[in-house]
């Protein structure tokens, strides 16, 4: 057999290729075709297409507190206006003794007020329109605050008729007590507002 018809092998062991050369022929180069080529660089690790376990179990325990806190405060403005219906008599004195307008408007706040607590309480339970809820609440619960301010000003000492709790007297406790429930609902409504800011935006 003529040395040029060796096997690569046998070339190599006697010395006959050189070794870069005995590399590549032992070794040949595979060209991969271009849609190959561009399929493994677009490819992305796995990690990378996997969200976080941990980014769900956080958006399941905000969704929980927020909708835990809802409940409390939708009691709270439920047993308001159970107070306020069952005892209508009282809750319109007391709405009288403020002395900002006709006996006429002192009645027609006395009766719809107890309704707007517990049907904003109501749907703040159930979960529907929390949203709606939580606004009118707010508007509702800073209403107070203005009237006992202007109250207060007066130097006028009765009761209060607001917040949860009527028989209270208007004065800085009531204030502070309408204070922290302003600061619940308008902390829901903003929680409540980005949270469907980021869920339009996913």
Known sequence: MAS???PVKTKVCLGLLPGPLA???LFPKVELGVERKQSLSNRKPKTENR???TQKSEKGLNWLLLRGLGIVLGSLFFYAGLQKHYHAYEFAEAVLAYRLG???LAGVAAAVLPWVE?????LLIAGFKRRS???LLSLLIASFLVVMGVTM???LKIDCGCGLFFQAQVGPLAILQDAVLLAWAGGLYWWELRAGAVASSQ
Do not use: D, F, H, V
């Open 4 to 6: 040029g018809q060796w």
């Open 23 to 25: 590399y590549e022929e």
């Open 51 to 53: 969200k976080p376990s």
């Open 102 to 104: 006709p006996i006429w």
């Open 118 to 122: 517990l049907t904003a309480g109501g």
């Open 133 to 135: 809820s939580l606004l």
């Open 153 to 155: 000003a007066r130097g």
